[in-house]
């Protein structure tokens, strides 16, 4: 939530799945913005499938991964499709926002849990250029990294059951890049007995005091929160 802007993601581990816990849970919160990652839809599904009166949906439709924003009507926007990413096991979603007198971009993530440490380094490097990009352009840009990250780093995290090179390489991207990680509760609940909960989605931001973070229970049959 960023002054009366607010901002939901989640992992939502199959949008045709749980299309209707997302309708519900736009209708009744009515947020400006509703990311969703994991939405395991095909390249070739209709996006009309999926519309939401009131919203528009900008999709990065990829069987067993990819990336979904509903955006109010009112928001202004622009998406920033020469900075997204679509690799096998790394999806970034970018947007640009005009909040009333100042700039917003918004980059959207998903990497898999899978991916290769190459793959993730790689991905993050590339964000990193992104954020160069768009502050050499654009210098009083509010930025802000959200989504599924799939790391462990416990010496950065206060629910991290462990550390890996691919998480302690996550906390060098934010603070290369001056950018607070806000989520300090567990994000994951896992479907075993016995295993831990982790943060996993995490929110970066430039500008942190704007932010006030809470975390609701998962929607539909998904594991992570929103």
């Known amino acids: 939530m960023s002054g009366k802007f607010r901002l939901d993601f989640c992992n939502i581990r ?7 816990s997302v309708y519900a849970h736009i209708c009744f ?3 400006d913005v509703f990311a969703l990652c994991e939405t395991q839809v095909s390249g070739d599904s209709d996006p009309q499938d999926f519309h939401i009166p ?14 979904v924003m509903y955006i109010r009507d009112n928001v202004v926007y622009q998406h920033q499709q020469q900075l997204d990413c679509n690799d096998a096991e790394f ?13 917003l971009h918004f980059g959207f993530l998903y990497r898999s849990p899978n ?3 190459e793959h993730t380094y790689n991905g993050f490097d590339s964000l990193s250029e992104s954020i160069t990009r768009i502050l050499e352009s654009c210098p009083n840009s509010e930025i802000v990294v959200a989504g599924d990250f799939n790391i462990h780093n416990s010496d950065w995290l206060h629910h991290s059951s462990h550390s890996t090179p691919e998480g302690r390489y996550v906390e060098l991207f934010a603070a290369h ?5 806000l989520v300090n509760e567990p994000t994951h609940i896992p479907c075993i007995e016995g295993q831990p909960q ?20 998962p929607l539909g049959n998904s594991d992570h929160c929103t």
């Open 198 to 217: 982790n943060t996993l989605d995490l929110f970066l931001t430039s500008h942190p005091d704007k932010y006030d973070v809470k975390i609701f229970a």
């Open 54 to 67: 009131g919203y528009h949906l900008l999709s990065l439709f990829v069987f067993h991964r990819g990336l």
């Open 29 to 31: 919160h009515q947020p």
């Open 115 to 117: 991916a290769e440490r």
């Open 14 to 20: 199959g949008l045709r799945t749980n299309f209707f």
């Open 177 to 181: 890049n001056h950018l607070a990680q």
């Open 91 to 103: 999806n970034t979603l970018w947007v640009k926002f005009k909040i009333r007198s100042h700039v």
